[in-house]
C-alpha cells in the first residue's frame, strides 16, 4: 500500500503528463491527407530532409547526405497515384508518403513527417491512408526496407503491424532495392525487409 505523499505524487505526475499531452497536440494543426499533386513537388524534397534530422539523435548524421528522392520519381508516384501528403487546414504539407509496385506488392519507397511535426500520429495517417487506398487497387500486401531497431524504423512498423520477411525469397526486384541501399553507404546488417498482408 502507498503512503499518501506517494499518492500526491504519483496523482501530481500524472496530471503533469496529461497537460504536458494537451499543450503538444494544440501546437499541431489539425490535419488531412490527400494524393500528392504537382505543385508539392519543389516542397518535397526539403520536407525529406527535415525528417532525416531525427537521424543525429542515434548519432547517424551520415544519412542526412543521401539524395532525396528525385522530381522523376516523385513526378512518376504522382501520375500514378501512388503518392500521398498530410497538409494542415491552409494546404501546408506535414507529410508524405509514397510507394510503387513492386513485385505485385505496394512497396513504400518513403514516409516522411516534416521534423517539428514528428511523433504526432501523421505518419500513422499517411501509413492508413495509403494502406486503404492501396487495398481497393488489389494490392494484397505492402513492403518496406527500414533500421530494423531505430524506434521510428522497425518498431513503429512492427506496431501497425509488419513483421521482418526472408529477403531471398521475394525476387530479384527486392534484390535490387536492397543491393542499391548498400551501395549508397546505409549499414545493411541493421537494415531488415518488412511487409504486412493488406
Known sequence: ???????????????QRSEAAANKSQL????TTRRGQLRDIPL??????????????????????????SRFNLTSLIDAGHLWVAVDRYDQLMGFI??????????????????????????????????????????????????????????FYRKLGFMEVDLG?????YMKIWQNEGSLGLDMGQRCLMGRIL
Open 1 to 15: 500500500m502507498m503512503d499518501p505523499l506517494s499518492i500526491l505524487a504519483l496523482a501530481a505526475e500524472t496530471v
Open 28 to 31: 499541431v494543426p489539425a490535419c
Open 44 to 69: 518535397l524534397g526539403p520536407l525529406e530532409r527535415s525528417a532525416a534530422e531525427i537521424f543525429r539523435t542515434v548519432n547517424m548524421d551520415s544519412l542526412l547526405d543521401l539524395p532525396t528522392l
Open 98 to 155: 509514397g510507394g510503387e509496385n513492386i513485385g505485385g506488392n505496394f512497396h513504400i519507397v518513403e514516409l516522411s513527417v516534416a521534423q517539428r511535426f514528428q511523433g504526432n500520429g501523421i505518419g500513422k495517417m499517411l501509413m492508413a491512408r495509403m494502406m486503404d487506398d492501396v487495398k481497393r487497387e488489389g494490392f494484397r500486401a505492402t513492403t518496406l526496407t527500414a533500421f530494423r531497431s531505430i524506434p521510428w524504423n522497425g518498431p
Open 169 to 173: 525469397e521475394m525476387g530479384h526486384d
